[in-house]
C-alpha cells in the first residue's frame, strides 16, 4: 500500500495500490473495510469510530467484547460518563487525552481525537487501554528495575571480583573488587575480548575461553602482578534454546588463605614435634613402670587417662577382664592434685552383698549383730580428699546402688545406724567389664547411678589389639619375674616360641600374658625357652608342622641323624596325641595307621 498527496487537497489521501494486500483480489469498498477491521482487530486496545451523534461506526473486537460499544449503540448508553468528553471534541475540535474511565468495574485510559475532513468534523475516534495491564506493566517495569538496583549493588559491594563476558569473549562488565585485585581499570578493558588481555599479558590464562570452548563451569588458580592469588571460577549461562550467551567470573583472593596455610602447617609441624617428644618421655615413663603403651589404642586411653586426671570428673574404665583397668585408674589418681593423698581400691565383687553397704559408707556401733562396739569408718571415709577406685562396679547390689548416687549428688554420707550425715571430698573412679547399658535395660543397674558415673567414659583395649605392645611386655614381665626370683640371668626366647607368644591372642589380656611369663621364667631349665616350653593353651592354635619344628640349638654333639630324626619322631608323635587327644586322631592327622602310632609308642618306651 502507498501513500499520494491529492492536488486538490493538501491533506494526505491513502489509496490502496498493491493487490497483492488483498490476495490478488478486486480492491474494492468491502475489502478495505474488511482489511481496515482486521488492523484494528490487531490492537490489544478498545478502538472505536463515533459519528458526530456519538454512534458506534465501527469498533473492533476489544471495544465491543470488554467495553459493549457495539456498532450502531451510542455512547451516551454505553459509557454515559464519557459521552460529554466526546461532545467537547466534536464542539473544540481538539483531542482529549488520559481520561480515566471506569466500565465494569476496570479501569480505563481514554483517548479522543476528532476525525476532521476538509476543516469539518465528521467523528471522533475513541482508543481506551486498560488500567490493569498498564499498572501491570508498570510493577514488572519497577520489579525489574529493583532487581537490576539490586544485583547492582551486590556486584559493586561483593569482596569477590565479577565478571561478566558474552559469548563470544568480549567483556561487559566488571566489579570494583576485580578493578583492584587484577590493578586494572573497567573503561580501558569493558569492550575488548578476553583473548587480548591474555596476549597482553594482563592475565596468565582466561577461564572465559575454557568455558566457552566445554560450555561447563571451570575453574583455575591465577596470579596477578601484585603476587596475589585467586581462585579464578568460570560459570556458562544459556538462554531458552539452550544457547550459551554469557559467561560469570568469580574471582575469590585466598592470599591470605595461603598464607594462613603456610603459618598453620608450620605451627602443626611444631606442635606434633613437641607432642612426639611428650609421648616419648610418657611412653618411656611407663615402659619403666608396669604400663606397656606401643600401639596407638593404648596410647590414645593413656593420653584421655592424662588428661582427665587434672579434673575431678567422675571416671568410668571400661575393659575386659585382665586389661589393666587398674593400672589406669593408678595412673589418673599418681597425676591428679590428689596424687599425695590416699588411693583406695576396692573390688566390689569380692564383698559379699549383705555387706557392701557397711563396708563402703560405714557403721555406727551397735548398728547389727557382730557390729564393732566403736564402729567403723566405710572405705568412702577413708578416702577423704583422695580416690576411690571402685573396681567390678556392676556387682554393687541395687539397694546400696541409689545410697551410692545420693553420695555421688551431694557428697555426704550417713553410716548405717547413724542420723547424721558427713560431708566428704572423694573423687571416685569406677572400672567394669561389664555392659552396664544392657544391665539397665534388664533392670540390674540404675539408669540414673550409669549416667552419673558414666561422665567420662575410657575404654582399655584387650591385648589382641595391641599387638605392638606385646614384645615389650613379654621381654618386661620375663625381666621382672627374672628379678623377682633373683634369676642369675633372664631366659632367652627362641624365636619360634615368640612368634608363638606373638600369634596367641591371651582371652585373659596382659594378666594371662604375666602369669605366662612367671610361668616359664620358674620352669625354665636352661638359658633359652623354646616351643615345647609353652603352655599347651598357646601352641594348641598353631599350626602342626609349626608346632612340631625341631630346634637343632638342642641337639648334642655327635648325634648321629637316626638318633636325631628317632627324636624328632619321638616329639610330633608326643604333641599330636597332646593336642588330639586320641592315636586314632593323631594318626588322622599325621597321615599315618593308629597301628604305626602304637608302634613307635612302645619303642619309645623301650629306648
Known amino acids: 500500500m502507498q501513500t499520494t498527496v491529492s492536488k486538490k487537497s493538501a491533506s494526505p489521501v491513502i489509496e490502496p495500490r498493491n ?236 592470599t591470605e588463605v595461603y598464607t594462613l596455610r603456610e603459618e598453620l602447617e608450620a605451627q602443626l609441624a611444631k606442635n606434633d614435634l613437641i607432642q612426639s617428644h611428650i609421648r616419648e618421655a610418657q611412653i618411656s615413663g611407663l615402659t619403666a613402670g608396669r604400663i606397656i603403651a606401643k600401639s596407638a589404642k593404648m596410647i590414645k586411653t593413656l593420653r584421655q587417662a592424662y588428661k582427665v586426671s587434672q579434673v575431678d570428673s567422675s571416671v568410668l574404665i571400661l575393659g575386659e577382664s585382665g586389661t589393666g583397668k587398674g593400672l589406669v585408674a593408678s595412673l589418673i589418681h599418681s597425676h591428679s592434685p590428689r596424687a599425695n593423698k590416699t588411693m583406695i581400691h576396692i573390688s566390689c565383687g569380692a564383698i559379699p552383698e549383705a555387706l557392701i553397704e557397711s563396708e563402703l559408707f560405714g557403721y555406727e556401733k551397735g548398728a547389727f549383730t557382730g557390729a564393732a562396739h566403736q564402729g567403723k569408718p566405710g572405705y568412702l571415709e577413708l578416702a577423704d580428699d583422695g580416690t576411690l ?68 567414659p575410657i575404654s582399655v583395649p584387650p591385648l589382641r589389639d595391641r599387638e605392638a605392645c606385646k614384645i615389650s611386655l613379654i621381654n618386661h614381665f620375663i625381666h621382672h619375674f627374672s628379678t623377682k626370683f633373683q634369676c642369675h640371668q633372664p631366659p632367652h626366647i627362641n624365636r619360634c616360641a615368640m612368634n608363638a607368644l606373638l600369634t596367641y591372642n591371651y582371652p585373659g589380656n596382659v594378666r594371662e600374658l604375666m602369669n605366662i611369663c612367671e610361668r616359664l621364667v620358674v620352669m625354665s631349665e636352661s638359658k633359652e625357652i623354646y616351643i615345647e616350653d609353652l603352655p599347651g593353651s598357646v601352641t594348641s592354635h598353631l599350626p602342626l608342622p609349626i608346632q612340631m619344628r625341631y630346634d637343632f640349638g638342642v641337639m648334642e654333639d655327635h648325634s648321629s641323624l637316626p638318633r636325631i630324626m628317632a627324636s624328632v619322631e619321638q616329639r610330633i608323635i608326643t604333641q599330636a596325641l597332646s593336642k588330639y587327644r586320641t592315636q586314632a586322631k593323631a594318626a588322622e592327622a599325621l597321615g599315618i595307621n593308629q597301628s604305626t602310632i602304637a608302634r613307635k609308642l612302645r619303642s619309645f618306651r623301650q629306648s
Open 19 to 254: 493487490s497483492d494486500l488483498f490476495c490478488g483480489q478486486e480492491i474494492n469498498a468491502q475489502n478495505w473495510r474488511e482489511f481496515s477491521q482486521v488492523l484494528l482487530n490487531a490492537s490489544r486496545n478498545a478502538i472505536s469510530v463515533l459519528d458526530t451523534s456519538g454512534h458506534v461506526i465501527i469498533a473492533n473486537t476489544h471495544a465491543q467484547t470488554k467495553l459493549q460499544l457495539m456498532p450502531g449503540s451510542t455512547i451516551a448508553t454505553v459509557l454515559p460518563s464519557l459521552h460529554e468528553h466526546m461532545r467537547q471534541v466534536v464542539v473544540k475540535k481538539t483531542k482529549l487525552n488520559g481520561l480515566r474511565t471506569l466500565s465494569r468495574n476496570e479501569a480505563y485510559l481514554s483517548y479522543l481525537e476528532p476525525l476532521i475532513v476538509k476543516n469539518t468534523i465528521v467523528g471522533v475516534i475513541c482508543v481506551m487501554e486498560s488500567l490493569t495491564d498498564l499498572e501491570n506493566a508498570n510493577r514488572k517495569m519497577q520489579s525489574y528495575q529493583e532487581l537490576s538496583q539490586e544485583l547492582d549493588a551486590i556486584i559493586s559491594c561483593s569482596d569477590n571480583g565479577l565478571w561478566i563476558c558474552d559469548s563470544r569473549g568480549k567483556i561487559l562488565r566488571i566489579n570494583t573488587a576485580s578493578e583492584r585485585l587484577n590493578m586494572l581499570h573497567a573503561d580501558k578493558i569493558i569492550g575488548r575480548n578476553v583473548k587480548e588481555l591474555v596476549e597482553e599479558g594482563y592475565i596468565d590464562d582466561s577461564v572465559t575461553m575454557k568455558v566457552l570452548k566445554s560450555h561447563k563451569r571451570e575453574s583455575l588458580l591465577q596470579q596477578t602482578h601484585s603476587g596475589r592469588k585467586l581462585m579464578v571460577t568460570g560459570n556458562p549461562v544459556f538462554n531458552s534454546a539452550d544457547e550459551l550467551t554469557k559467561v560469570v567470573i568469580n574471582e575469590m583472593d585466598i
Open 389 to 456: 577406685f571402685l573396681d567390678e562396679i556392676g556387682e554393687i547390689p541395687l539397694a546400696s546402688q541409689a545410697k551410692l548416687l545420693s553420695f555421688l549428688e551431694d557428697g555426704k554420707l550417713t553410716r548405717v545406724g547413724a542420723t547424721k550425715a558427713k560431708e566428704l571430698d572423694v573423687r571416685i573412679i569406677c572400672a567394669t567389664n561389664r555392659d552396664l547399658e544392657q544391665m539397665v535395660k534388664q533392670g540390674h543397674f540404675r539408669m540414673d547411678l550409669y549416667y552419673r558415673l558414666n561422665v567420662v
